[in-house]
């Protein structure tokens, strides 16, 4: 599998404007994850998904911010419109819960989005 | 809110060491922990993952373990190398499968 792939891995943009980014998880997994990363913040959760329905958005840090999931195999995190302090590094994961006696789900990352808002 | 705290932010070694990174967290009611690593400008790596009824997990040279009662988790890491130089993360899963990061500590091993 080529693990969790996010696009673009870069992205520049000025205020104002829309910024979408996207990612693609792992097959079969049925979690899917947005972080974001800050030197002041560290990693924070923004939202998750568990079989394409979002589960918990309470880290969407304003309305300026929307996820969406239109199916298994991929998530769009936008930001509309941008602003200079959303310049982070965003990050997607999955994960599979694995159940038994006692259930667990080790997440995967993806390489993460650079972004910069001048 | 559960709080995450790794110390220290950095740390630098010479080749070789053995050294014990450390986790702390405030609610010691979480299902799992997680360590990751994370390379200048990538993405995180998966290392070990504790269940909450185990107290350790072991993958070649690193040895996590986890203490609920006390909310600490410590990652071990022997015989020091230039290439596990790299940010280690520790993250508490809550209810729901989400994660709680700590900042991380920033590890520099000199040859």
């Known amino acids: 599998d080529a693990g969790v792939i996010q696009s673009p891995r870069h992205e520049v943009t000025e205020m104002g404007q829309e910024v979408t980014l996207r990612c693609k998880p792992i097959?079969?997994?049925?979690?899917l994850f947005w972080y974001r990363q800050t030197m002041m913040r560290g990693l924070e959760l923004l939202i998750y998904?568990?079989?394409?329905?979002?589960?918990?958005d309470s880290g969407m840090p304003e309305d300026r911010f929307s996820a969406k999931m239109p199916n298994a195999s991929f998530s769009t995190l936008k930001i509309q419109p941008s602003e200079p302090r959303d310049s982070a590094v965003y990050f997607c994961?999955?994960?599979?819960?694995?159940?038994?006696?006692?259930?667990?789900?080790?997440?995967?990352f993806g390489p993460g989005t650079r972004l910069t808002v001048l | 809110k559960q709080e995450v705290t790794q110390i220290p932010a950095a740390l630098s070694v010479p080749e070789g060491e053995n050294l014990v990174l450390n986790c702390s967290f405030t609610?010691?009611?979480?299902?799992?922990l997680q360590w990751f690593r994370q390379d200048p400008g990538k993405g995180l790596t998966s290392l070990l993952l504790?269940?909450?009824?185990?107290r350790e997990q072991t993958s070649g040279r690193l040895n996590a373990s986890l203490d609920k009662s006390s909310g600490r988790s410590t990652l071990y890491i022997a015989a020091s190398q230039p290439g596990d130089s790299a940010t280690y993360l520790c993250?508490?899963?809550?209810?729901?499968?989400?994660?709680?990061f700590g900042k991380g500590t920033s590890l520099l091993v000199t040859p």
């Open positions: 994961a999955s994960s599979s819960v694995v159940s038994g006696s006692l259930s667990y789900n080790e997440q995967f």
């Open positions: 097959s079969g997994h049925d979690y």
């Open positions: 998904f568990n079989n394409n329905v979002p589960i918990d």
């Open positions: 609610d010691s009611a979480i299902y799992n």
């Open positions: 504790i269940q909450s009824s185990q």
């Open positions: 993250a508490v899963e809550l209810s729901g499968y989400a994660l709680n």
